[in-house]
C-alpha cells in the first residue's frame, strides 16, 4: 500500500481513493452492461467515466513509486485532486446503490422508459455529468502536480546517475593512472594536453521547461565532474520575452529601471531569454557597460551560464565575440569585470588556444593583448601554425570593424609567414579555409559595404544640407579599410602563396565574390559587382599578378566544377549564381555575371 496522504480530513490513503474510484467505475459498467434497453444517454456518460478508469490505474501505479509519493506529499495540486477522486468515489458509491434498488424493484425486461420514470433518467443523467466534471476536474490537478515536481524527480535521477557514473570513473582513472606509469618522453606531454582538454568537456547541464501556459519557470542542474567527485549545481529561473522591459534596461544601461523591476518583482538577476536561454549579463550594453556587469554580477547574475544552443557562449565569450564594434565601447573595463568572476580560461596547449576564445576575438590589439596575457600568456612562444589558427578563427567571418586588420597582425606576431602556414587549412565557423582565404573574403565584403554607400541617393534636409557628405565619409572610411585588408593580402600574395589553391570548394577568386554577396546589402547584388571585381583586379595587377594568366586558371577551376557557383547573401537570404565570369589582361576586361535564381529554388537553399 502507498503511503497516506492526507487528502480529506478523514486521512484516507491515495491507493485506497483510487482503487475506490476505480472498483466503482467498474460496477457501475457492469450494471448497466446488463440493461439492454437502457437510455443511450446514459450509455454515453458512462462510457465517459470509463475512460477514467485507465487513467487511474495509472495514477495507483505512479503511487507505488515512494519517489513521487514523497514529493507530492506537500503539493497543494495533489492535495485537491485526491479530494476530488474521493467526492467522486462517494458520489458512484451512492448513485450505484440508487440505481440498484431501481433496477431491483422492477422487471428488468422493461427497463428503459417503463421501469424508471423520465424525471429519474434525467436525475441520473444530471448526476453522471457531475461525476465526469469532477473526475476531469482531478485528473487536470493531478497532471498539474507532476508538472510542479517533474524538476525534483529530474533532480533526483540525476544525483543518482552522478553516483553511479562516479563508481565508473574512479576504476577509468585507476585503470588510467596504472597505464600512464608505463608511458615516458614525448608522450606523456600528449598525455598532459589532453587530459587538460578532456576536463573542460566533463561539464554537464540538463534543463527542463514546463510549457509557458502551465508556468514561466524552468529548472537548470549544472554537474561539473572535478576530480574529488562530481559538484552539482541547481537553478530555477524566469523565461522573459527577447523584448520585456528587463532586457532592454539592460541593453541601454539603465540601472536604476533594472533596480525598480528587481524590488518590485517583476523580473530578477537570473532570468534567461526565451528561446536562447541568455541571460542578462549576454545583453549587458550602453555606456556604463561594464557598471551593468557589476550590479547584475552583485545581484547574483551567473556568468557562467552559456545558452541552450549546440556551440554556447558565456558572457565572457559572447562579449570578445561581438567585440568592441558590437556596442560602440571598448572592451577593456568589460574584460577586467567579467574574467575575475569567470572560469578562468588558461590555455596551455596549442588544442585550448585554438579552441578558446583567443580564436573568435574581435577587439582592439590592446585589448587582445589584454585577454592574450591574462588566458594564454606563452601564446607568442607557441607555434606559428598555432597563431595562425588562431588568427584564421578570428578573421573567418565576412562583418568587422575598422581596427581588424591591426589585429590580425597582433595576433600573427612580428616574424614573417610562412607559405606553409598561410596555406595551412583550418576548420572555423566558414567552414575549412586558410587564412589567405579568410583575408580574400574580407575584401569582397568591405567592398559590397563601398559599393552601398556609393548606390544610396543623397536626400537633403530643410537646411539644405545633404546626407551626401555622410554618405561620402562613410565611403571613404569603408574604402580606406577595404585598402587595409588589401595590402595585407597583397603581403601573403608576396610570399608565393597559390593563388588558385581550392579549399572546400573556395579559391581565392571565388572567396572574394562570396564575401562580396555575403556583406552586400542592396536587394539587386547585381548593381555593382563588376565595379567592385574590377577594383580588386586593379590591385592584384599593382603587385605583379597576371590578370589574364589568373583568369585562365580560374575559368578552367570554374569549368570543371572544382569550386562553388551558387552565393547566399546574409542580407536578404537570396541565392545568387555565378553563370560566368570574362576575365583579360586589364581589370575593365573583367565581369562578373550573377543571377539570382527562382523562388523555389531560394526556399530550398534559404540559410535562415
Known sequence: MAELIEATPSSIGVAEVVARLTTSITTLKDLWDHQRDAPEDL?????????????????????????????????????????????????????????????????????????????????YQLRLLNVLQILSLSQQCYIRALTQIQPELVAKRVAMYMVESQSTVDSTLDLAASEKKQIRGANSALIKSRKAFDYQKNTYRWRFQAPSWITTKALEIAGLRAPDGWKLALHVYNTVSLWSKVVDFAGIGDIEGLQKLFSSGEASPFDRIEGNGYTLLHYAGGENREEVYKFLL???????????????????????????????????????????????????TPEEAIN???????????????????????????????????????????????????????????????????????????????LVHSIARKCGGILASVCASRQRPSTKSPSGTGHCDIIDKRANAQMKLYKAWTAMFCEFIATGVDLHNVVDRHSLLTSFIDGYIKACSLKRVTFCQNIAIQIWMADLQAVGVDL??????????????????????????????????????SPQDWHLMLEVQEQEVVKRRRCF
Request: net charge negative; aromatic share 10%; glycine share 6%.
Open 298 to 348: 552583485d545581484q547574483g547574475a551567473d556568468p557562467l551560464v552559456g545558452g541552450v544552443f549546440r556551440s554556447p557562449l558565456t558572457p565572457l565569450e559572447h562579449l570578445v565575440w561581438s567585440g568592441s564594434m558590437a556596442w560602440g565601447q571598448p572592451l577593456l573595463p568589460s574584460l577586467r569585470c567579467l574574467l575575475p568572476r569567470s572560469e578562468d580560461p588558461i590555455y596551455e
Open 356 to 434: 578558446g576564445i583567443l580564436s573568435s576575438f574581435h577587439g582592439t590589439s590592446e585589448e587582445f593583448v589584454f585577454l592574450q596575457q591574462e588566458c594564454c600568456p606563452t601564446y607568442y612562444q607557441m607555434s606559428q601554425s598555432t597563431r595562425v589558427a588562431v588568427t584564421t578563427g578570428a578573421a573567418c567571418g565576412v562583418w568587422d570593424a575598422f581596427h581588424m586588420p591591426d589585429l590580425i597582425k597582433t595576433m600573427l606576431g612580428k616574424e614573417s609567414l610562412s607559405v606553409e602556414n598561410l596555406q595551412s587549412q583550418c576548420f572555423t565557423d566558414m567552414g575549412e579555409v586558410t
Open 43 to 123: 450509455r454515453w456518460l458512462i462510457k465517459d467515466i470509463q475512460i477514467f478508469r485507465n487513467v487511474f490505474h495509472d495514477i495507483e501505479a505512479d503511487m507505488a513509486q515512494e519517489s513521487i509519493v514523497s514529493s507530492l506529499v506537500n503539493s497543494r495540486p495533489a492535495l485537491q485532486c485526491f479530494k476530488l477522486c474521493n467526492e467522486a468515489a462517494k458520489d458512484l458509491d451512492i448513485l450505484i446503490e440508487n440505481l440498484k434498488q431501481d433496477l431491483n424493484s422492477e422487471s428488468r425486461l422493461e427497463f428503459a422508459y417503463a421501469a424508471m420514470e423520465r424525471n429519474k433518467v434525467n436525475n
Open 548 to 585: 589574364e594568366d589568373f583568369g585562365r586558371a580560374e575559368a578552367l577551376l570554374f569549368d570543371s566544377g572544382c569550386v562553388l557557383k551558387d552565393y547566399i547573401s546574409y542580407s536578404f537570404g537570396d541565392v545568387y549564381r555565378l553563370n560566368k565570369f570574362i576575365y583579360g589582361p
